[in-house]
């Protein structure tokens, strides 16, 4: 798990009690804040980890804040916001400020607690931009009608996490057991695990929630090295912009030395 401390960012006190609670229950520190110009100077001073935030609040709202983050190179971190409005101009307004993660507030407190030992745990440190723009593309298409609210929309990530697992396994049984040893290797999973998730994900509730998707996919394959990979995660902007990344991502597994790129040097 992440080091650091969780930045609570609600005008309610009760809430805030209640969600550091969540917070220390995994042994983190809160910090709390009630408004979005208190929780900007302590991102400047503090850095924390990860940051949960109400949307609406008086002056500057959720999306001010998390905003101004990212014009001023501070939004180095997840932010899940707290809405208690579940509809898609929330998810639109979100996702473009820089919004990594969603959930409605006055909810149960489990929900909230996984999504802080998701974020804490799993090495990502945003929701990765080009699965932003994909996000925000089908949210900008979807329907206001058409939309069932934040929670339900997520609700189908079981099965695509199914599918996609037994499709990747599949591909593993058919590569020596040492594969993924070298990181080569782990990085050639990434990239194809990562485009058959993106292949199968038809709502942007999905592509929204893609690193918990790729992680909980790993999490659920018996292979040693699954623990090495949210350093991976945790870089994995970065990854995106590796050729060998890309090409292996639309090709079934192989070992890293049969692949044509390989080959020719790269």
């Known amino acids: 798990m992440k080091d650091g401390t969780v930045l609570l960012v609600d005008d309610e006190p009760v809430v805030l009690q209640v969600h550091a609670a969540a917070v220390r229950h995994f042994g983190f520190e809160a910090i709390i804040a009630d408004t979005a110009e208190e ?10 980890a990860l940051i949960i935030s109400d949307i609406q609040m008086p002056g500057e709202g959720g999306f001010d804040f998390v905003e101004a983050l990212e014009r001023s190179g501070l939004k180095n971190m997840p932010v899940v916001y707290l809405t208690g409005y579940d509809d898609i101009e929330i998810v639109r307004g979100g996702l473009r400020v820089g919004g990594d993660d969603f959930i409605i507030k006055g909810g149960p407190v489990e929900a909230l607690r996984h999504r802080i030992a998701f974020w804490m745990a799993s090495g990502f ?13 089908s949210a900008n298409m979807a329907k206001g009608d058409n939309f069932g609210g934040v929670e339900e ?5 079981s099965d695509l996490v199914r599918s996609v697992k037994g ?6 049984d058919n590569v020596p057991d040492h594969f993924g040893v070298n990181l080569i290797e782990r990085v050639c999973f990434m990239g194809r695990l990562s485009n058959l998730l ?23 394959l018996d ?20 050729t060998r990344f890309v090409l292996a991502g639309v090709e079934p597994l192989k070992p890293f030395s049969q692949y044509d790129w390989f080959l020719e040097g790269l």
Not at 125 to 137: C, G, T, V
Request: overall charge neutral.
């Open 223 to 242: 292979v040693v090295w699954a623990k090495d990979m949210w350093p991976l995660f945790r870089h994995y902007e970065d990854w995106c912009c590796d």
């Open 198 to 220: 993106i292949q199968e994900s038809d709502a942007f509730g999905d592509l929204i929630r893609f690193p918990e998707h790729i992680d909980a996919v790993v999490r659920q």
């Open 125 to 137: 440190q945003e929701l990765p931009s080009e699965l932003r723009r994909r996000a925000l593309k």
């Open 153 to 157: 929309t997520f609700a189908g990530a």
């Open 167 to 172: 499709k990747i396994k599949a591909e593993l």
């Open 39 to 48: 929780a900007a100077g302590i991102v400047r001073s503090q850095r924390p």
